[in-house]
């Protein structure tokens, strides 16, 4: 018990370090906090959260202080205080634990305090809160403050929160309201299938999206301890206890390493205490064996794999729902004894390597069986005799790589054959020998100072014998020239590199003549780049070597131009980003007589920026000759770029935005002006409420495509502000954090703040998938929803400029239309924006849907859309004749004539084979042979029917 304590306080310890990170302005949405636990190979269950959703309560873009920009405490005080008050929707909460923690802190004692044992002592607050909700809290300033604290909120039914609180010079902070949401205290119970406790379970909540919106609360600056809250561990005697967020079902998922995973659906979590009472993990398959070499040792330390072939289906128990394993890996113990449990029912495949030995591996073992004996082959040995392909002199300093065949590479683990040097192993000069290697074989690759490198495939390799090949490597070739400027000027310091696919590249530096010289390279063709910091080459020459150097590569470098001056706002020098776009390049007259020697500009090279400091001083290098457009823009969040790509687009620059023409090697002296930028703000309702957390950006055309300009994400009160915006038309659209509803209104942008208001209320919508044979749900689908919005008049677009517009912002915004169905085959597609949608549906082993229309008109609910799937077509049998050395490596695939290409394959374990989910159609079945080039070595025609089951054995030629 002991142990667990400290092992739980360890866990909690890094969330709470984990939460003062995200509330330091790390985005923490990258799983959306969903508690959503899933085997390897098993359905996944609970709902991914839309983008905006944060179940840790942080917001995107929030101004919360940055740890390192923090003023330090400067008195040499003793102890910090902090006050505050905690509320919740109901008022101000009496009674709640306040913790305080500073540098270390009293981080062990929270965690104590949050033990997933419900019988485990409480940490001692720093303060409890009054009738009023109030709090005065103190704790000992350790002698390294960082200038901020972390107030954490903890007590009865409530699910525990905090909030960073930065600190005055003399120690003090003042919290503001700290708002908390009202919970369930969930306990509970893990045992076996003969009723014996299980320790070290795994409980998680499963979030879903309006639960993960509740629970972000309305206080951007509050996070919620989800990590903690939302999952535990049980205890000795099987009992686990945490905290979530009251009201609505609660679905919880049970996980065990030796044991099927549980899932407990629709419990109730509406009043302040849930005991779930018993839940039983049963252990599910197990399958259990020992490692051995070829000679009957046991390997210890290597790691097993078992493979289910197919995919585990789940049961249900009463109210639970049993998911086994389909996947798993395991350790073998000294003895070379392994084991695994909780495996879904099947046969499965076991893989496994030991040191030094090639693959053992074993087809189709039970779930059940025990005593399964895996023998790993010893490892074969392959020496190579490398020779100079010109004087078949033996060649020294020889280093080979070996990487796997894409057999090989299918598997588990990687190859560890070990190279060792031909007189280290008295094989003579030039010879290496590389043992362990896979009896698959393996490709080496071969190479030497001075010499291009050679590949050789071993192909399949006897176990224990030796193989012997000679090698003969090609010698070195290299690429000589001359960099210059277009008046035939020599440029020194200019660095070239040289690549060719699947080959190693080389590299040089012109001299002082520029001249310059790329060593070891062989023949083939290659692509050479120059650079440099003065001048620009971008791009590449392309040059082909055949049995001799190349000695007159001429490459022509332009010398840049530079811009320099004084960035100033109001009269005043100021901090900005100075950037210049390249609209219309000078290189045809600059290098006309050079031909297609010249190295032409590219895009990379056509936007450049620099940042000015507080003195507004700037100098923009490596301008090309040409004609730009320049600007200087200040303030957090400005984007330079999409200023200057909207004044490209625009009949001429607008304010802020010069036009400026250089030549190569010119210094330009050029102020520039910073004009006060605009903004737009506004707030965002959802169903006439404030739409926390939704997403609003600012798009407007650029270059002929709709570009965001700016985002933000609203407050808890719906509101938000996106400032640094260029001047002119632009369009702002909003999405709520839960909603795939849209809104937008178009605006003027000018110096100083728009304000515009958006609601993003939509309407749900039922989907149904079914058998299109049987009518009976389908529960393993995907939902996924296409959309054409209704033309919004206020927009003056038409329908194909809006679903641009859509578009772009949704690859800004995330894409929401997605969802699973549940165990009734049903998904609620919630907030669904006016216009016309059309409904998927999709499955392994189902073939895809048609499209189903669904119209949505606004406050209207639509009737429920029902998909239908039909189940594919089956194809299995056996394939006769299999040689010995071509076990593993056979495919057997269905080509479709029609339309081209493998509609499907798999690969033939121990002589059967089984395709899936097929349409119906005409195709031809064959088998490849994978350890001979991939010739076919049995074909046959079919004609398939919806839903047919055929089986067809075929034999080798």
């Avoid at 269950?45 to 179940?55: C, Q, T």
């Avoid at 209207?860 to 490596?889: C, K, M, S, Y």
Wanted: charged share 20%; net charge negative.
């Amino acid at each position: 018990m002991r142990n667990l304590l400290i092992v739980l306080a360890l866990l909690v310890t890094a969330a709470v370090v984990a939460f003062v990170v995200s509330t330091l302005g790390d985005d923490t949405s990258g799983d959306g906090g969903a508690a959503v636990v899933t085997h390897d190979d098993a359905p996944r269950s609970g709902v991914d959260l839309p983008h905006g959703s944060r179940a840790g309560g942080d917001a995107a873009g929030a101004d919360v202080p940055s740890t390192l920009d923090a003023p330090a405490p400067t008195a040499d005080i003793a102890r910090a205080v902090l006050v505050g008050r905690v509320v919740s929707a109901d008022g101000p909460v009496a009674g709640a634990a306040v913790h305080v923690l500073l540098e270390g802190g009293a981080a062990r004692d929270l965690a104590e305090a949050w033990s997933a044992c419900p019988d485990a002592p409480a940490a001692e607050p720093a303060a409890v809160t009054g009738p009023d909700g109030r709090f005065r809290a103190e704790a000992a300033r350790p002698e390294r403050a960082w200038g901020h604290a972390v107030v954490a909120i903890t007590g009865e039914a409530l699910v525990p929160a905090a909030r960073k609180v930065e600190l005055t010079a003399d120690g003090r902070g003042d919290a503001g309201d700290v708002p908390v949401l009202q919970g369930t205290t969930v306990a509970g119970r893990a045992v076996g299938e003969d009723g014996v406790p299980l320790e070290g379970v795994r409980v998680a909540r499963l979030v879903d999206a309006d639960t993960a919106v509740a629970v972000a609360g309305s206080d951007p600056t509050v996070s919620p301890f989800l990590r903690s809250s939302d999952v535990s561990t049980t205890c000795a005697d099987g009992r686990f206890r945490f905290v979530a967020p009251r009201g609505g079902a609660l679905d919880l998922r049970f996980e065990a390493e030796d044991r099927a995973g549980v899932e407990r659906r629709g419990l109730s979590a509406a009043q302040p205490d849930l005991d779930t009472g018993d839940t039983v993990l049963p252990l599910g398959g197990r399958i259990a064996g020992r490692l051995v070499d070829g000679r009957g040792a046991p390997l210890a330390d290597c790691w097993v794999t078992a493979i289910l072939d197919g995919v585990p289906s789940s049961r249900e128990v009463g109210s639970a729902v049993v998911l086994p394993r389909g996947r798993a890996t395991v350790l073998t113990a000294e003895d070379g004894a392994f084991a695994f449990g909780g495996l879904a029912d099947g046969s499965f495949s076991l893989h496994a390597r030991g040191t030094g030995t090639g693959w053992a591996r074993r087809f189709d073992v039970a779930v059940g069986v025990t005593g399964v004996e895996l023998v790993a082959p010893d490892g074969a040995s392959f020496v190579l005799d490398v020779r100079d392909a010109v004087t078949r002199a033996p060649v020294d300093g020889v280093a080979v790589d070996v990487e796997s065949t894409e057999e090989a590479a299918r598997w588990p683990h990687g190859d560890d054959a070990v190279a060792i040097a031909g007189d280290e192993a008295g094989l003579g000069a030039g010879a290496v020998r590389l043992d362990a290697l896979d009896a698959a074989g393996a490709v080496l690759v071969v190479t030497a100072p001075g010499y291009g490198r050679a590949e050789v495939e071993t192909g399949p390799l006897v176990g224990g014998g030796v193989a012997r090949r000679e090698v003969l490597l090609p010698r070195a070739l290299h690429i000589a020239g001359r960099v210059e400027t277009p008046d035939g000027l020599p440029i020194p310091a200019v660095m070239l590199q040289a690549g060719a696919p699947g080959m190693p590249g080389g590299r040089a530096t012109t001299g002082a003549d520029g001249r310059f010289s790329i060593p070891g390279l062989r023949d083939g063709t290659w692509q050479v780049w120059p650079s440099s910091k003065e001048h620009l080459g971008v791009g590449h020459r392309t040059v082909v070597l055949a049995g001799a150097d190349l000695d007159d590569l001429l490459m022509v470098l332009v010398p840049t131009a530079t811009l320099a001056g004084t960035v100033r706002e109001a009269g005043e020098p100021t901090a900005a980003t100075v950037a210049a776009l390249l609209v219309d390049p000078d290189w045809e007259r600059l290098v006309e007589r050079l031909d297609d020697t010249v190295i032409a500009s590219s895009d990379a090279r056509s936007y450049v920026s620099v940042s000015a400091g507080e003195d507004g001083l700037f100098e923009l290098e490596r301008l090309a000759p040409g004609t730009h457009l320049v600007t200087a823009v200040s303030g957090e969040g400005a984007d330079p770029r999409a200023v200057l790509e909207t004044a490209r687009a625009a009949d001429a620059p607008p304010e802020g935005v010069v036009r400026l023409t250089v030549a190569a090697g010119e210094t330009v002296e050029r102020d520039l002006i910073v004009p006060s930028a605009a903004s737009v703000s506004g707030h965002v309702t959802l169903g006439g409420r404030s739409a926390a957390d939704a997403f609003v950006a600012v798009m407007a055309r650029v270059s002929g495509a709709w570009t965001s300009l700016g985002t933000a994400v609203a407050d808890g009160a719906g509101s938000f502000t996106i400032g640094e915006l260029p001047r002119g038309d632009a369009v702002v659209v909003a999405r709520g954090a839960t909603s795939p509803a849209t809104a937008a209104r178009v605006v003027e942008l000018r110096s100083g703040d728009t304000p515009v208001q958006l609601d993003v209320s939509g309407v749900s919508a039922l989907v149904r998938v079914v058998d299109d044979v049987t009518g009976l749900p389908v529960t393993d689908a995907v939902v996924r929803v296409g959309y054409r919005p209704t033309t919004d008049s206020s927009l003056g677009l038409g329908d194909a400029e809006a679903l641009q517009l859509l578009v772009a912002f949704g690859a800004a915004a995330g894409d929401p239309f997605e969802g699973a169905v549940d165990g009734r085959g049903e998904v609620t597609l919630v907030h669904l924006a006016p216009g016309r949608h059309t409904v998927y549906a999709q499955g392994d082993g189902w073939m895809p849907s048609s499209g189903v229309p669904l119209q949505v008109v606004d406050g209207e609910t639509p009737e429920p859309v029902e998909v239908r799937l039909r189940a594919g077509a089956l194809v299995r049998g056996r394939v006769d004749g299999v040689p010995l050395e071509a076990t593993g490596r056979l495919v057997a695939e269905l080509v479709d004539p029609a339309r081209g290409g493998i509609a499907k394959w798999v690969e033939v374990a121990d002589g059967a084979y089984e395709l899936v989910g097929l349409s119906p159609g005409r195709y031809r079945l064959r088998v490849r042979d994978l350890s001979s080039g991939g010739g076919v070595r049995a074909e046959r025609d079919l004609d398939l029917d919806a839903g047919e089951a055929l089986t067809v054995d075929l034999r080798l030629d």
